[in-house]
C-alpha cells in the first residue's frame, strides 16, 4: 500500500547502483548520507526474516538542518531525510524521499514553511538526476 508520503521514481539500475546513485546525486545538492540501514540485513540478524531489498539512507543537509534546529529544539525529531530506496513487487528499484513540506506540516512555524520548501526543491533535483 503506497501512502504517498514522500517524493518517488522507478529507476533502471539495480539495486547497490542505486542506492551509490542516490548518495552521490544528494552530495551534489548539498546532503549527506549520515545513516544507512540495510534493513534486509537487520530484519534477518535481528529476527530471521528474509526481506525484500531495501536499504534507508538519513540524509542530511548540515546548514539547512542548523538553522532549523535554531527555530525549535524539537524539530531534530523530524531530521534527517530519509530516503528508500527498494525493490518493489515488479522487481523494479524504487527511490523514494520524504516530502519535507508533508513531514514539517506536523508543525505549524511559519519559518519552516520556507526551509521546507527549500529542501524539497532539492531532494527533486536529486531524485530526478538518480
Known sequence: MALNL???????LDFDDAVARVKEV????????ITEMDVKKILKEKIGADF?????????NPKIA????SVSDDIGLLL????????NKNGEIVVSAINPETL??????????????????????SIDNI
Open 80 to 87: 534527517p531525510c530519509n530516503v528508500c530506496v527498494y525493490e
Open 66 to 69: 542548523m538553522e532549523a534546529i
Open 6 to 12: 514522500g517524493i518517488s521514481r522507478t529507476v533502471k
Open 104 to 125: 514539517l506540516g506536523l508543525v505549524d512555524i511559519k519559518e519552516m514553511n520556507e526551509k521546507a520548501s527549500i529542501v524539497k526543491e532539492k531532494i527533486i533535483k
Open 26 to 33: 544528494f552530495k551534489e545538492n548539498g546532503f549527506g548520507a
Open 52 to 60: 525484500k531489498k531495501y536499504t534507508i539512507l538519513g540524509m542530511c
